[in-house]
């Protein structure tokens, strides 16, 4: 079994650091000690590691503090081989040279594992809660069909224009209802990669508070709801989005063409929860995922937008923007 003096010798062999004589040393020992042979394997597959990792930035403050460690050495060093009348007290260094650099290698390794393992896991996370939010939604827009003549909730609106700063009709005040008639809780309208802002519903209110009580999009309902027990749209309800993570395709009351392209929901960066008729909800990393590829940001067939556009068809996807965003 090695002792600490010998597993130090070795992370310096294994970092290079030794002299020549010091590494012809420890590879003639190598030969003949097993047990020596079997440290030193365990210590170069732990350094082995380092460049199977991401690169990833070490802290700003690691070498900063490395080498304040490493002066603090050498002046205890130095007052150590100092006379004894020159020195006021000395200490014996806590950490050896070839120990710091050890412990450096091992942080940098630390930091690449745990930093893209913790960054995976919260938007694992935030995906699977609003993937709960959407699934709550679509049950009670079932609810409300049930209780409405299979149809799904719509806009109460005359106005057909929902594009602009001003003006413009609210298609969210349609989800709204499944809040006034408390079908659903406000909070679960808020997508946790989106980092919304819950309410409390008051008497008399109609929509949503402001923009960041509602992060996600719901079907064009400013012209016609959508019947549930349609021939067309019962046939096609596991592939008819109906609403999804908030569009990238309107931004600030403004039309992006490249969003349009395949653009994804900012929500999440790399893709969007959607919600189906059927009241499933999938993860699509795409946005053309709706009735035979459908775009759902999109009506099928327009790259120009005015704003007071609509559906072509029962199945059309059309998850529009809400006031504000």
């Known amino acids: 079994m090695t002792n600490r003096a010998d597993e130090e010798l070795l992370v310096g062999y294994v970092l290079g650091q030794c002299d020549k004589e010091e590494a012809k040393a420890v590879a003639e020992r190598l030969a003949r000690d097993s047990d ?13 590691t380092i460049s199977l990792l991401p690169s990833v930035e070490p802290p700003a403050h ?10 603090a050495m050498r002046q205890t060093e130095a007052l150590v081989a100092a006379p004894a009348p020159m020195r006021r007290r000395a200490w014996a260094p806590t950490f050896t040279l070839r120990e710091l650099t050890a ?35 679509g049950t009670a827009l079932a609810a409300f069909s049930i209780e409405n003549d299979d149809f799904l909730p719509a806009a109460k609106t005359q106005s057909h224009q929902w594009l602009g700063k001003t003006n413009a009709a609210s298609n969210s005040s349609a989800l709204f209802q499944l809040v006034a008639k ?24 109609i929509d949503f508070p402001h923009p960041r009580a ?8 400013l012209t016609s709801a959508v019947r549930r027990s349609d021939p067309a749209v019962t046939a096609a309800q596991h592939d008819f989005a109906i609403m999804a993570d908030a569009t990238p395709v309107f931004h600030n009351g403004v039309f992006d063409p490249v969003c349009a392209q395949g653009g994804t929901s900012r929500n999440h960066g790399k ?20 009735v035979k590829n459908d775009n759902i940001w999109l009506v099928d067939g327009v790259w120009d937008y005015k704003g007071d556009e609509a559906p072509i068809s029962a199945t ?10």
């Open 103 to 137: 412990l450096a290698a091992i942080v940098v390794v630390a930091i690449g594992i745990l930093v893209p393992v913790v960054s995976k896991t919260r938007e694992r996370s935030q995906r699977e809660l609003c993937q709960a939010n959407q699934g709550q939604i």
């Open 62 to 71: 690691l070498v900063e503090s490395t080498l304040m460690r490493v002066r």
């Open 214 to 221: 509602i992060s996600y999009s719901y079907q064009h309902s």
């Open 182 to 205: 408390n079908l659903a809780k406000p909070d679960v309208f808020q997508c946790p990669g989106a980092g919304g802002e819950s309410f409390v519903a008051q008497a008399g209110m």
């Open 316 to 325: 059309d996807s059309f998850l529009l923007p809400n006031p504000g965003q």
């Open 36 to 48: 020596f042979a079997l440290s030193y394997q365990s210590i170069k597959r732990t350094f082995d």
């Open 271 to 290: 893709g969007q929860n959607v919600l189906y008729l059927d009241s499933t909800v999938r993860w699509a990393d795409s946005c053309t995922v709706g």
